[in-house]
């Protein structure tokens, strides 16, 4: 054997071996990172949404709660999807149920200032 016929057939040889890979190395990437973005940020929103939505459930008349404006009321009435809140003596409003933040204890904290 002479040294073309020899570095053809090296040519072929490697052409053979490196072939395209499967189809679906291809797509491993973007499935790995659809599973990282499920597991670091839609699971745990999901989970947090779950549990605001039974703090809602639990919601009774005399709690005190806070807004999603900060504002910290007072539950007047609950109906289904409303409550009616006492903001401060004798002013009452009326929201959405599902706007409101958290379920606060009546007292609070002491402030900084005391």
């Known amino acids: ?8 057939i ?3 040889a490697a052409v053979q071996s490196a072939g395209e890979p499967p ?10 990172m659809a599973a990282i973005f499920y597991f670091l940020i839609l699971a745990p929103q999901m989970k947090r949404q ?23 009321a007072k539950v007047i009435k609950v109906d289904e999807n409303t409550v009616d809140l006492e903001i401060a ?24 200032n005391d």
Do not use: C, E
């Not at 054997?1 to 053809?8: F, I, R, T």
């Not at 009452?92 to 900084?112: E, M, N, Q, W």
């Open 10 to 12: 090296l040519d072929l």
């Open 89 to 112: 003596q004798g002013v009452k409003v009326r929201a959405i149920k599902s706007t409101l933040g958290d379920i606060v204890t009546p007292g609070g904290t002491a402030s900084a």
């Open 23 to 32: 189809a679906y190395v291809q797509f491993l990437p973007l499935v790995a």
């Open 50 to 72: 779950k549990s605001h939505q039974a703090k809602l459930q639990t919601i009774k008349r005399g709690d005190q709660v806070v807004t999603a404006g900060g504002l910290i």
């Open 1 to 8: 054997m002479n040294g073309p016929s020899l570095l053809s």
